[in-house]
Protein backbone atom coordinates (compact mmCIF):
# COMPACT_ATOMS: atom_id res chain seq x y z
CA UNK A 1 0.00 0.00 0.00
CA UNK A 2 2.96 2.38 0.29
CA UNK A 3 4.13 1.42 -2.93
CA UNK A 4 1.00 2.43 -4.42
CA UNK A 5 0.86 5.77 -2.41
CA UNK A 6 4.25 6.66 -2.97
CA UNK A 7 3.26 6.37 -6.99
CA UNK A 8 -0.15 7.52 -7.22
CA UNK A 9 1.01 10.58 -5.18
CA UNK A 10 3.83 11.17 -7.80
CA UNK A 11 2.52 10.44 -10.89
CA UNK A 12 -0.77 12.53 -10.05
CA UNK A 13 0.83 15.55 -9.55
CA UNK A 14 3.06 15.50 -12.71
CA UNK A 15 -0.34 13.94 -14.38
CA UNK A 16 -1.36 17.29 -13.51
CA UNK A 17 1.43 19.50 -15.04
CA UNK A 18 3.12 20.14 -11.18
CA UNK A 19 6.60 20.34 -12.11
CA UNK A 20 8.86 17.59 -10.98
CA UNK A 21 10.52 19.37 -7.86
CA UNK A 22 7.02 20.61 -6.89
CA UNK A 23 5.69 16.68 -7.50
CA UNK A 24 8.37 15.23 -5.08
CA UNK A 25 7.15 17.38 -2.56
CA UNK A 26 3.43 16.65 -2.71
CA UNK A 27 4.65 13.06 -2.93
CA UNK A 28 6.89 13.51 0.55
CA UNK A 29 3.28 15.24 1.75
CA UNK A 30 1.18 12.28 0.89
CA UNK A 31 3.96 9.74 2.29
CA UNK A 32 3.63 11.90 5.91
CA UNK A 33 0.02 11.92 5.86
CA UNK A 34 -0.31 8.33 4.98
CA UNK A 35 2.22 7.21 7.58
CA UNK A 36 0.89 9.92 9.82
CA UNK A 37 3.45 11.40 10.98
CA UNK A 38 3.00 14.97 9.09
CA UNK A 39 4.96 17.58 10.52
CA UNK A 40 6.07 20.65 8.47
CA UNK A 41 9.34 20.89 10.14
CA UNK A 42 10.22 17.36 9.05
CA UNK A 43 10.07 18.85 5.02
CA UNK A 44 11.58 21.98 5.54
CA UNK A 45 14.64 20.08 7.56
CA UNK A 46 15.10 17.90 4.51
CA UNK A 47 14.97 20.28 2.11
CA UNK A 48 17.89 22.13 3.63
CA UNK A 49 19.76 18.72 4.19
CA UNK A 50 18.98 18.21 0.38
CA UNK A 51 21.04 21.19 -0.83
CA UNK A 52 23.16 21.16 2.12
CA UNK A 53 26.53 18.69 0.51
CA UNK A 54 29.32 19.96 -0.33
CA UNK A 55 29.92 17.21 -3.08
CA UNK A 56 26.81 19.27 -4.87
CA UNK A 57 28.58 22.98 -4.75
CA UNK A 58 30.19 21.06 -8.11
CA UNK A 59 27.27 21.51 -9.94
CA UNK A 60 27.18 25.33 -10.19
CA UNK A 61 31.01 25.29 -11.28
CA UNK A 62 30.26 22.24 -14.16
CA UNK A 63 27.40 24.35 -15.54
CA UNK A 64 29.41 27.28 -15.60
CA UNK A 65 32.25 25.61 -17.48
CA UNK A 66 29.77 24.85 -20.25
CA UNK A 67 28.09 28.78 -20.68
CA UNK A 68 31.63 29.94 -20.45
CA UNK A 69 32.68 26.58 -23.33
CA UNK A 70 29.87 27.93 -25.39
CA UNK A 71 29.96 31.81 -25.21
CA UNK A 72 33.60 32.35 -25.35
CA UNK A 73 33.77 30.50 -28.67
CA UNK A 74 35.79 27.48 -27.67
CA UNK A 75 33.71 25.18 -29.26
CA UNK A 76 33.58 26.27 -32.96
CA UNK A 77 37.73 25.85 -32.25
CA UNK A 78 37.38 22.46 -31.03
CA UNK A 79 34.86 21.62 -34.18
CA UNK A 80 37.64 22.85 -36.49
CA UNK A 81 39.90 20.83 -34.48
CA UNK A 82 38.00 17.59 -35.73
CA UNK A 83 37.69 18.88 -39.24
CA UNK A 84 41.50 18.98 -39.49
CA UNK A 85 41.61 15.75 -38.09
CA UNK A 86 38.93 13.50 -40.20
CA UNK A 87 37.14 16.51 -42.58
CA UNK A 88 39.06 14.36 -45.40
CA UNK A 89 37.19 11.29 -45.12
CA UNK A 90 33.40 10.71 -46.36
CA UNK A 91 31.36 10.91 -43.93
CA UNK A 92 33.98 13.01 -42.10
CA UNK A 93 31.68 15.71 -40.63
CA UNK A 94 29.69 12.91 -38.69
CA UNK A 95 32.63 11.56 -36.98
CA UNK A 96 33.71 15.50 -36.05
CA UNK A 97 30.23 15.48 -34.37
CA UNK A 98 31.11 12.47 -32.59
CA UNK A 99 34.92 13.95 -31.44
CA UNK A 100 33.38 17.08 -30.41
CA UNK A 101 30.44 15.80 -28.42
CA UNK A 102 33.17 13.43 -26.59
CA UNK A 103 35.38 16.54 -26.30
CA UNK A 104 32.24 18.37 -25.01
CA UNK A 105 31.26 16.06 -22.50
CA UNK A 106 34.66 16.41 -20.37
CA UNK A 107 34.02 19.74 -20.62
CA UNK A 108 30.54 20.25 -19.23
CA UNK A 109 29.22 17.32 -17.99
CA UNK A 110 25.73 17.89 -19.58
CA UNK A 111 24.17 16.41 -22.47
CA UNK A 112 21.25 18.64 -22.77
CA UNK A 113 23.69 21.77 -22.70
CA UNK A 114 26.56 20.01 -25.50
CA UNK A 115 23.57 18.74 -27.77
CA UNK A 116 22.12 22.76 -27.77
CA UNK A 117 26.13 24.34 -28.34
CA UNK A 118 26.61 21.38 -30.99
CA UNK A 119 23.29 21.15 -33.04
CA UNK A 120 23.16 24.68 -33.47
CA UNK A 121 26.49 25.00 -35.34
CA UNK A 122 27.15 21.77 -36.77
CA UNK A 123 23.72 21.61 -38.28
CA UNK A 124 23.75 23.93 -40.23
CA UNK A 125 27.52 23.29 -41.42
CA UNK A 126 26.26 19.55 -42.25
CA UNK A 127 23.00 20.72 -44.02
CA UNK A 128 25.32 23.08 -46.06
CA UNK A 129 27.97 20.18 -47.05
CA UNK A 130 24.99 17.79 -48.30
CA UNK A 131 24.06 15.62 -44.68
CA UNK A 132 20.33 15.27 -43.94
CA UNK A 133 19.63 17.67 -41.81
CA UNK A 134 17.70 15.19 -39.29
CA UNK A 135 19.84 12.70 -39.54
CA UNK A 136 22.49 14.88 -38.50
CA UNK A 137 21.11 16.11 -35.51
CA UNK A 138 19.87 12.51 -34.46
CA UNK A 139 24.08 11.86 -34.54
CA UNK A 140 24.91 14.62 -32.35
CA UNK A 141 22.01 14.08 -29.91
CA UNK A 142 23.19 10.27 -29.58
CA UNK A 143 26.87 11.65 -29.16
CA UNK A 144 25.94 13.66 -26.59
CA UNK A 145 24.55 11.60 -24.22
CA UNK A 146 28.54 10.10 -23.64
CA UNK A 147 28.46 13.85 -21.28
CA UNK A 148 26.45 11.81 -18.00
CA UNK A 149 29.29 9.25 -17.98
CA UNK A 150 32.43 11.26 -18.22
CA UNK A 151 34.04 13.18 -16.46
CA UNK A 152 32.91 15.91 -14.74
CA UNK A 153 29.33 13.76 -15.14
CA UNK A 154 26.91 15.94 -13.50
CA UNK A 155 24.54 12.66 -12.71
CA UNK A 156 27.39 11.44 -11.46
CA UNK A 157 28.10 13.91 -8.92
CA UNK A 158 24.27 13.98 -7.98
CA UNK A 159 24.07 9.79 -7.73
CA UNK A 160 27.37 9.71 -5.55
CA UNK A 161 26.18 12.19 -3.05
CA UNK A 162 22.49 10.64 -2.69
CA UNK A 163 24.52 7.15 -2.44
CA UNK A 164 27.52 8.06 -0.73
CA UNK A 165 29.65 6.88 -3.34
CA UNK A 166 33.15 7.94 -4.18
CA UNK A 167 32.22 10.60 -7.10
CA UNK A 168 35.96 9.91 -8.19
CA UNK A 169 35.31 6.23 -8.62
CA UNK A 170 32.55 7.03 -10.50
CA UNK A 171 34.34 9.16 -12.96
CA UNK A 172 37.11 6.80 -13.62
CA UNK A 173 34.47 4.02 -14.13
CA UNK A 174 32.68 6.18 -16.78
CA UNK A 175 35.78 6.27 -19.19
CA UNK A 176 35.68 3.22 -20.89
CA UNK A 177 31.92 2.80 -21.30
CA UNK A 178 32.02 6.46 -22.97
CA UNK A 179 35.19 5.27 -25.12
CA UNK A 180 32.57 2.31 -26.45
CA UNK A 181 29.53 4.25 -26.85
CA UNK A 182 31.88 7.17 -29.25
CA UNK A 183 33.51 4.24 -30.98
CA UNK A 184 29.79 2.64 -31.61
CA UNK A 185 28.74 5.63 -32.74
CA UNK A 186 31.53 6.13 -35.20
CA UNK A 187 31.04 2.18 -37.01
CA UNK A 188 27.06 2.74 -37.26
CA UNK A 189 27.91 6.43 -38.41
CA UNK A 190 30.72 4.37 -40.96
CA UNK A 191 27.84 1.94 -42.47
CA UNK A 192 25.80 4.59 -43.37
CA UNK A 193 27.77 7.23 -44.32
CA UNK A 194 29.61 4.47 -47.27
CA UNK A 195 27.01 5.98 -49.65
CA UNK A 196 26.30 9.57 -48.55
CA UNK A 197 26.94 11.28 -52.03
CA UNK A 198 28.19 14.38 -49.26
CA UNK A 199 31.63 17.04 -49.43
CA UNK A 200 34.67 15.78 -48.55
CA UNK A 201 37.03 18.47 -47.06
CA UNK A 202 40.60 18.99 -48.64
CA UNK A 203 43.07 16.66 -46.70
CA UNK A 204 44.51 18.86 -44.34
CA UNK A 205 48.31 19.38 -44.43
CA UNK A 206 50.44 19.10 -41.33
CA UNK A 207 50.92 22.80 -40.93
CA UNK A 208 47.01 23.53 -41.09
CA UNK A 209 46.73 20.55 -38.57
CA UNK A 210 49.45 21.97 -36.29
CA UNK A 211 47.33 24.93 -36.35
CA UNK A 212 44.26 23.70 -35.10
CA UNK A 213 45.45 21.68 -32.35
CA UNK A 214 46.93 24.58 -31.34
CA UNK A 215 44.27 27.35 -31.51
CA UNK A 216 42.33 24.15 -29.37
CA UNK A 217 45.00 22.94 -26.86
CA UNK A 218 44.23 25.15 -23.95
CA UNK A 219 40.50 24.22 -24.28
CA UNK A 220 41.80 20.38 -24.66
CA UNK A 221 43.70 20.02 -21.79
CA UNK A 222 40.73 20.91 -19.48
CA UNK A 223 39.46 17.77 -19.09
CA UNK A 224 43.04 15.97 -18.86
CA UNK A 225 43.39 18.56 -16.30
CA UNK A 226 40.49 17.62 -14.21
CA UNK A 227 40.72 13.77 -14.57
CA UNK A 228 44.78 13.76 -13.43
CA UNK A 229 44.01 16.32 -10.56
CA UNK A 230 40.91 14.42 -9.37
CA UNK A 231 42.89 11.22 -9.92
CA UNK A 232 46.25 11.49 -7.96
CA UNK A 233 44.06 13.08 -5.60
CA UNK A 234 45.31 16.73 -5.49
CA UNK A 235 41.87 18.18 -5.53
CA UNK A 236 38.21 17.36 -4.98
CA UNK A 237 35.37 17.25 -7.65
CA UNK A 238 34.03 20.56 -6.02
CA UNK A 239 37.69 22.03 -6.35
CA UNK A 240 38.17 20.58 -9.67
CA UNK A 241 34.66 22.37 -11.03
CA UNK A 242 36.03 25.47 -9.38
CA UNK A 243 39.67 25.45 -10.95
CA UNK A 244 37.85 24.92 -14.31
CA UNK A 245 35.78 27.68 -14.11
CA UNK A 246 39.27 29.78 -13.28
CA UNK A 247 41.07 28.32 -16.58
CA UNK A 248 38.01 29.00 -18.71
CA UNK A 249 37.78 32.30 -17.68
CA UNK A 250 41.26 32.94 -18.22
CA UNK A 251 41.03 31.17 -21.83
CA UNK A 252 37.98 33.61 -22.65
CA UNK A 253 39.67 36.57 -21.47
CA UNK A 254 43.45 36.29 -21.84
CA UNK A 255 43.67 33.73 -24.46
CA UNK A 256 41.13 34.19 -27.02
CA UNK A 257 39.86 37.28 -25.83
CA UNK A 258 36.11 36.30 -26.81
CA UNK A 259 34.28 37.59 -23.98
CA UNK A 260 33.59 41.06 -22.34
CA UNK A 261 32.45 41.52 -18.94
CA UNK A 262 28.98 42.72 -20.54
CA UNK A 263 28.70 38.87 -21.72
CA UNK A 264 30.03 37.41 -18.60
CA UNK A 265 26.59 38.63 -16.22
CA UNK A 266 24.56 37.29 -19.21
CA UNK A 267 26.51 33.92 -19.02
CA UNK A 268 26.41 34.10 -15.30
CA UNK A 269 22.77 34.54 -15.41
CA UNK A 270 22.41 31.20 -17.25
CA UNK A 271 24.24 29.41 -15.62
CA UNK A 272 22.67 30.27 -11.89
CA UNK A 273 18.94 29.59 -14.22
CA UNK A 274 20.26 26.37 -14.84
CA UNK A 275 21.97 25.67 -11.34
CA UNK A 276 18.68 27.08 -9.28
CA UNK A 277 15.92 24.65 -11.03
CA UNK A 278 18.78 21.30 -10.44
CA UNK A 279 19.50 22.04 -6.85
CA UNK A 280 15.42 22.71 -6.02
CA UNK A 281 14.80 19.43 -7.26
CA UNK A 282 18.00 17.79 -5.67
CA UNK A 283 16.42 19.42 -2.30
CA UNK A 284 12.68 18.26 -2.79
CA UNK A 285 14.30 14.97 -3.52
CA UNK A 286 15.59 14.34 -0.29
CA UNK A 287 12.31 14.95 1.50
CA UNK A 288 11.25 11.78 -0.67
CA UNK A 289 14.40 9.43 0.12
CA UNK A 290 14.17 10.32 3.84
CA UNK A 291 10.56 9.28 3.85
CA UNK A 292 10.83 6.32 1.19
CA UNK A 293 13.38 5.54 3.98
CA UNK A 294 10.87 5.28 6.89
CA UNK A 295 8.28 3.94 4.85
CA UNK A 296 10.65 0.79 4.00
CA UNK A 297 9.86 1.38 0.17
CA UNK A 298 12.83 -0.45 -0.67
CA UNK A 299 12.11 -3.43 1.14
CA UNK A 300 8.43 -3.47 -0.85
CA UNK A 301 10.68 -3.84 -3.93
CA UNK A 302 13.27 -5.98 -2.77
CA UNK A 303 10.30 -8.62 -1.88
CA UNK A 304 9.35 -7.75 -5.76
CA UNK A 305 11.90 -8.62 -7.17
CA UNK A 306 12.69 -11.51 -4.72
CA UNK A 307 12.70 -14.37 -7.02
CA UNK A 308 16.11 -12.68 -9.62
CA UNK A 309 17.88 -11.92 -6.12
CA UNK A 310 19.88 -15.40 -6.66
CA UNK A 311 21.16 -14.10 -9.68
CA UNK A 312 22.61 -10.53 -10.23
CA UNK A 313 22.70 -10.87 -14.05
CA UNK A 314 18.73 -11.08 -13.93
CA UNK A 315 18.20 -8.86 -11.47
CA UNK A 316 20.22 -6.47 -12.77
CA UNK A 317 18.12 -6.57 -16.33
CA UNK A 318 15.03 -6.72 -14.01
CA UNK A 319 15.80 -2.83 -12.75
CA UNK A 320 17.13 -1.71 -16.20
CA UNK A 321 14.01 -2.92 -17.70
CA UNK A 322 11.87 -0.64 -14.80
CA UNK A 323 14.74 2.40 -15.31
CA UNK A 324 14.41 2.76 -19.26
CA UNK A 325 10.53 2.36 -18.66
CA UNK A 326 10.57 5.53 -16.38
CA UNK A 327 13.16 6.97 -18.34
CA UNK A 328 10.60 7.55 -21.27
CA UNK A 329 7.88 9.20 -18.95
CA UNK A 330 11.00 11.23 -16.76
CA UNK A 331 13.93 13.23 -17.04
CA UNK A 332 17.76 12.16 -16.08
CA UNK A 333 17.69 14.41 -13.21
CA UNK A 334 14.31 13.32 -11.38
CA UNK A 335 15.02 9.66 -12.23
CA UNK A 336 18.07 9.77 -10.64
CA UNK A 337 16.84 11.35 -7.25
CA UNK A 338 13.72 9.38 -6.74
CA UNK A 339 15.35 5.66 -7.69
CA UNK A 340 18.78 6.47 -6.13
CA UNK A 341 17.14 5.53 -3.03
CA UNK A 342 15.01 2.84 -3.96
CA UNK A 343 17.33 0.86 -6.01
CA UNK A 344 20.90 0.84 -3.58
CA UNK A 345 19.50 -1.03 -1.01
CA UNK A 346 18.72 -3.55 -3.55
CA UNK A 347 21.89 -3.56 -4.73
CA UNK A 348 24.12 -3.99 -1.68
CA UNK A 349 22.43 -6.96 -0.33
CA UNK A 350 22.27 -8.42 -4.22
CA UNK A 351 26.13 -7.38 -3.28
CA UNK A 352 26.51 -5.88 -6.12
CA UNK A 353 29.25 -3.59 -6.83
CA UNK A 354 27.52 -0.51 -6.31
CA UNK A 355 30.48 1.81 -8.60
CA UNK A 356 29.58 -0.37 -11.49
CA UNK A 357 25.62 -0.36 -10.72
CA UNK A 358 25.81 3.66 -10.79
CA UNK A 359 27.81 3.44 -14.25
CA UNK A 360 24.84 1.12 -15.80
CA UNK A 361 22.03 3.27 -13.84
CA UNK A 362 23.09 6.57 -15.24
CA UNK A 363 24.17 5.77 -19.02
CA UNK A 364 20.10 3.65 -19.01
CA UNK A 365 18.85 6.89 -17.71
CA UNK A 366 20.88 8.98 -20.37
CA UNK A 367 19.66 6.59 -23.09
CA UNK A 368 16.00 7.76 -21.71
CA UNK A 369 17.34 11.33 -22.65
CA UNK A 370 16.63 10.43 -26.46
CA UNK A 371 13.43 8.13 -26.23
CA UNK A 372 9.96 10.08 -26.66
CA UNK A 373 7.65 11.63 -24.31
CA UNK A 374 10.14 13.58 -22.51
CA UNK A 375 13.07 12.99 -24.12
CA UNK A 376 15.39 16.41 -23.25
CA UNK A 377 18.12 15.65 -25.85
CA UNK A 378 15.74 15.36 -28.37
CA UNK A 379 13.94 18.31 -27.97
CA UNK A 380 17.35 20.30 -27.76
CA UNK A 381 18.19 18.77 -30.76
CA UNK A 382 14.87 19.25 -32.60
CA UNK A 383 15.01 23.26 -31.44
CA UNK A 384 18.75 23.54 -32.24
CA UNK A 385 18.81 22.10 -35.51
CA UNK A 386 15.58 23.33 -36.40
CA UNK A 387 14.56 19.90 -37.41
CA UNK A 388 10.68 18.15 -37.08
CA UNK A 389 10.59 15.45 -34.18
CA UNK A 390 9.21 13.11 -36.57
CA UNK A 391 12.01 13.18 -38.73
CA UNK A 392 14.19 12.93 -35.82
CA UNK A 393 12.48 10.34 -33.79
CA UNK A 394 12.69 8.25 -37.22
CA UNK A 395 16.62 9.08 -37.96
CA UNK A 396 17.80 8.43 -34.04
CA UNK A 397 16.66 4.98 -33.85
CA UNK A 398 19.77 3.47 -35.38
CA UNK A 399 22.01 4.98 -32.71
CA UNK A 400 19.38 4.62 -29.79
CA UNK A 401 19.30 0.65 -30.64
CA UNK A 402 23.45 0.32 -30.98
CA UNK A 403 23.41 2.11 -27.78
CA UNK A 404 21.37 -0.07 -25.82
CA UNK A 405 23.02 -2.57 -27.26
CA UNK A 406 26.25 -1.02 -25.44
CA UNK A 407 23.78 -1.34 -22.15
CA UNK A 408 23.16 -4.56 -22.77
CA UNK A 409 26.74 -6.02 -23.39
CA UNK A 410 27.72 -4.00 -19.50
CA UNK A 411 25.08 -5.39 -18.14
CA UNK A 412 25.57 -9.18 -19.55
CA UNK A 413 29.62 -8.28 -19.22
CA UNK A 414 30.01 -6.29 -15.78
CA UNK A 415 33.91 -6.81 -15.92
CA UNK A 416 34.08 -4.29 -19.13
CA UNK A 417 33.62 -1.89 -16.54
CA UNK A 418 34.98 -3.47 -13.41
CA UNK A 419 38.41 -4.73 -14.50
CA UNK A 420 39.56 -0.95 -15.97
CA UNK A 421 38.28 0.51 -12.99
CA UNK A 422 40.55 -1.66 -10.89
CA UNK A 423 43.55 -0.77 -12.98
CA UNK A 424 43.17 2.58 -12.80
CA UNK A 425 42.64 3.48 -8.62
CA UNK A 426 44.80 0.58 -7.95
CA UNK A 427 41.78 -1.88 -6.24
Not at 51 to 63: G, Q, T, V, Y
Not at 156 to 164: A, D, E, L, P, T
Not at 291 to 309: D, G, V
Not at 337 to 349: A, G, N, R, S
Request: one cysteine or more; aromatic letters at 8%; a neutral charge.
Amino acid sequence: MTVAVFLSSLCGAMLLGMPIAFALLVCGLALMGYLDIFDARILAQNLIIGADNFALMAIPFFILVGELMNAGGISRRIINFGIALVGHIRGGLGYVAIITAFIFAGLSGSAVADTAALAAIMVPMMAEAGYDKSRSAALIGAGSIVAPILPPSIPFIIFGSISGLSVMKLFMAGLVPGVIIAVSLAITWWYMARKQNVKVYPRSSFKQIGVAIRDASWALILPILIMVSIKFGIVTPTEAAVGAVFYTLFLCFVIYRTLTIKDLYRVLVAASKTTSVIMFLIAAAMVSAWLIAIANIPASITSMLEPYMGNKTLLMIAINVLVFVVGTAMDLTPTVLILTPVLMPIITKADIDPIYFGVVFILNNAIGLLTPPVGTVLNAACGAGKVLMDDLMRDIMPFLIIETVVLILLILFPELILIPLKWMTGG
